[in-house]
C-alpha cells in the first residue's frame, strides 16, 4: 500500500520531469542552464508560499504547472485567432521561477 508521503514524492518527481520536458521541448538555445541555475537555487522543493497555499516542498513548481496549464487553455482558445509562440510556453512556464530567482531564495533560505 503507499503511503500519503510516499504519493507526494512521487508527484513531486513527475512535476519536475514535467516542468523540465516543457522547457525542454521550446528548442531554445541555453534551457539546459536554466534548470540547471532553478536547481542550484532550490526552485524544485521550495513552497509556493511561506504561509499560504501550497505551502509545502515542490509547492512553486505544482503552482508554476498550474499556472501553465490555465495558460495553455487560454491559448487553445485564443489560437482561433493568433499563431502558438514558442515564446508564450517559456514565459508561462518561468513566470514563478524567475520571481523565484529574484525575490524569494533569500527568504526561503534566510541568506542575506
Known sequence: MTTTKEKKK???TQNKERFISILNNT???GVKYVIEELESLGFFEAPAS???HL???GGLLKHSLNVYDEAMMLGSILSQ???KSAHIYLRTALQSPASFMMYA???YTNEA
Open 55 to 57: 505551502n509545502e516542498p
Open 10 to 12: 512521487k508527484e513531486k
Open 50 to 52: 511561506s504561509s499560504h
Open 27 to 29: 528548442g531554445r538555445d
Open 105 to 107: 531564495k533569500q527568504r
Open 81 to 83: 485567432h493568433a499563431p
